[in-house]
């Protein structure tokens, strides 16, 4: 039995008339499973083996041939490992960017919000004030359009003509 097979906690056992017996090994008891159970619980350890070896651990890089390509000392050359932890990657001097706007994004942010504030005035006072209520307010438009005394539906038909208004607005 190979080294990585003697920690798996299943086990699949060929019987002398060739029928197979399954286990696993459930707070250090062997119990015998059917034949379902066992691939069941084997594809979730499988899963789980990936994970730890494959996944965590360094690998060579290798060309066509399969052959490890080598760096210009002669040593192989490593792929890194697909998860690490941020304080590895920190103390490998990667830098991050901040989560931060730059000047410029808050800037244009800024020239944005003062277009959509200028286009919402050239709006009809019952246009701007649906907007106001749906997006500053809060109003869902059930209740903005309980208020009005009119259909869901209408409202919504509503708003959607507004703001394709107010999208024109701003594009010119």
Known sequence: MKNWQK???FRKKEN???SFTYTIRVYCEVVEVSEEVYQAYAQGGYKMENMEFGLKCDRILQDAEGR???DADGLPCMFSEREVSLDKLINDGWDYPSSEPS???NVIRQLEINMLYSCLGLLDSSEKELI???FFDGLTEREYAKKLDISKT???FR???ILAK???LINQ
């Open 16 to 18: 002398a008339d060739g």
């Open 132 to 134: 106001l209520a749906l």
């Open 103 to 105: 000047p410029e994004e």
């Open 68 to 70: 490890a390509v080598r």
């Open 166 to 168: 107010l999208k024109k």
């Open 7 to 9: 920690y798996r906690n």
């Open 154 to 156: 209408a409202l919504h």
């Open 159 to 161: 708003k959607n003509k």
